[in-house]
């Protein structure tokens, strides 16, 4: 049925296929800025650049790094908010054919040691503010260099000044440390001009991550064609040119926030309206102030969008399309915000879209002006999507449940040093063509639209952020008092899911809100804050399946139980 391609009469304005240039990321911004050289790349809380400025930030970045040893094939962590900073080094380190490996900058120091050691990196830029975590990371991992900027770096007069009377004073004062080299002493220096190294776009060129079954987060290997191709596609969709912003809220770690909220962007010539932190108080005045075309998120931001005060005060006919991903979308929350933009003069509505890491990020989305209950909408140009039954290749009929199965330009190399986890996600059908195997159920109607239904692999979604059970239950059993865990997803109207977590303690006298405290902050130790469940139960055992396991799937049942019965499910 894929290959007839349905949903292509519903392409309208946009191409069946595009011609993607054979360069690397590097070269693809630049032939944008070459189009658009006096156009604004990004803005960052007032401070503007072009794209002519845009290109020599990320060449005297490349000088500056080149200059400090950083070398084609190697490995740089960019553990940074969403800033112009870990923007111009993820480009900069392309020219040099090195490879970006991208961190949550609010990673623990032992998820930071892990990612160091997996990526193999010699170089991490980071905060600040962060320097702590990295500081005695020299003895366990290669780090030789460690870049540190701050967020005054690209701030005006006024709000530098601002910064460091509040958030700045906060901030410890970071000692002479030989590997330390700051970020604007690096970018204002003099060097030899780093010459653009040789490499395919094919080759590797970003690593994002992602957690696995195992609960162990996997390197997720990206191309310089994956990152353009699916730039390119998303550019298409949404029609952009320079005429045109995005609202950067999502993380640049993140595939949604990096591949379409920046490098989307500059595929297309926009401007990325850069947003460090995430309040609604922000967004909402950010919105008002900048304008943007095009606001893309997770349900949780337009929920709070839509229930904020301010943005009933703001005029909201800037608003070509706003998209949403990462989770499935409730209905009230789609028709909350569309009510509130109409009241406000726009005509947008909130569309969905569907990706993930492992083919950059958003590969179908619905068309700008259709709707379809429930619908992530249809295949990008160039990308393929079918459903298959569950362990095997075989499309099933048009509606009939499976696995979503996707294959195209924007798939993944694969798993970094993972080869039987990549095997088993990109097959070979009989077609010849590689398919990613998404671990997502749903179905294809006969027009081509996609429906999601549930994760195949066990996963929770909390806040649009993934969150690993088996990976929290391993802290959990670290822990000298506990016997046994489990943790699952509880459904939550703010959070979408909320991480909760069943415990059986060794000595159940020590049971209550004291001992559910230590091993609430025991996770936190260990673990980036929204991995961490947020209540704990304790019982004297957990239900087993007949092989043995834990079944966690009953616990979620009697979750949505007890959630009926006090009247605050709104699920099926």
Known sequence: ????????????????????????????????????????????????????????????????????????????????????????????????????SMIHPLSTTNEIEFYLNVSKSRFVLTLDAFYS??????????????????????????????????????IPKVPQDSMVKWWAGLMSGSYPQAPQAQMDTDELAVILYSGGTTGVP?????????????????????????????????????????????????????????????????????????????????????????????????????LRATFSGADSLPRAVKERFEEMVKKQGGNVQLLEGYGLTEAVTAIMAMPIGHYR???????????????????????????????????????????????????????????????????????????????FKLRQKRMIKSSGMNVYPAQVEDILYRHPDVQEACIIGVPDQAQVQLVKGIVVLKNPAKAGTQMEKILIDYCREHLIKWSCPRTIEFRDSLPKTLVGKIAFNKLEEEEIAKLKAAGKYSGN
Request: charged fraction near 25%.
């Open 373 to 451: 209950e429930g619908s992530i909408g249809l295949p990008f140009p160039d990308m393929l999507a079918k459903i298959v039954r569950l362990d095997t290749t075989e499309e099933v009929p048009c509606g009939e449940e499976g696995e979503i199965c996707v294959s195209g330009p924007a798939v993944m190399m694969g798993y970094l040093d993972q080869p039987e986890e990549t095997a088993e996600t990109l097959k070979r059908h009989s077609d010849g063509k590689i398919w990613l195997h998404t671990g997502d159920i749903g179905t294809m109607d006969e027009d081509g639209f996609f429906y």
């Open 218 to 318: 996997k390197g997720i290997m990206l191309s310089n064609m994956n990152f353009i191709s699916e730039g390119m596609q998303v550019s298409e969709w949404g029609k952009l040119s320079d005429a045109d912003s995005i609202l950067a809220i999502l993380p640049i770690f993140h595939g949604f926030g990096l591949g379409v909220c920046v490098n989307a962007c500059f595929m297309g010539g926009g401007k990325s309206i850069l947003v460090p932190q995430f309040t609604p108080e922000t967004v909402a005045q950010i919105i008002s102030s900048k304008k943007p075309s095009f606001v893309i998120g997770i349900p949780t931001l337009f929920d709070a969008l839509s229930r904020h005060p301010k943005m009933h005060k703001t005029n909201l006919s800037c």
């Open 1 to 100: 049925m894929y290959e007839k391609k349905p949903w292509l009469r519903f392409y309208e304005h946009v191409p069946q296929t595009i011609d993607y240039p054979r360069v690397t990321m590097y070269e693809a911004v630049r032939q944008s800025a070459n189009r658009c050289l006096d156009s604004i790349a990004y803005d960052f809380l007032d401070y503007t650049s072009t794209y002519r400025q845009f290109i020599n930030e990320i060449d005297k970045c490349a000088d500056a790094l080149a200059s400090i040893g950083l070398k084609k094939g190697e490995r740089i962590t960019i553990s940074m908010p969403t800033s112009p900073q870990g923007i111009i080094c993820f480009y900069a380190a392309n020219k040099l054919g090195a490879v970006s």
């Open 133 to 170: 975590k990295f500081k005695d990371l020299k003895e366990t991992t290669p780090l030789e260099t460690l870049i540190l900027a701050r967020i005054p770096d690209y701030l005006g007069t006024l709000k530098r000044i601002g910064f460091n009377l509040t958030k700045g004073r906060k």
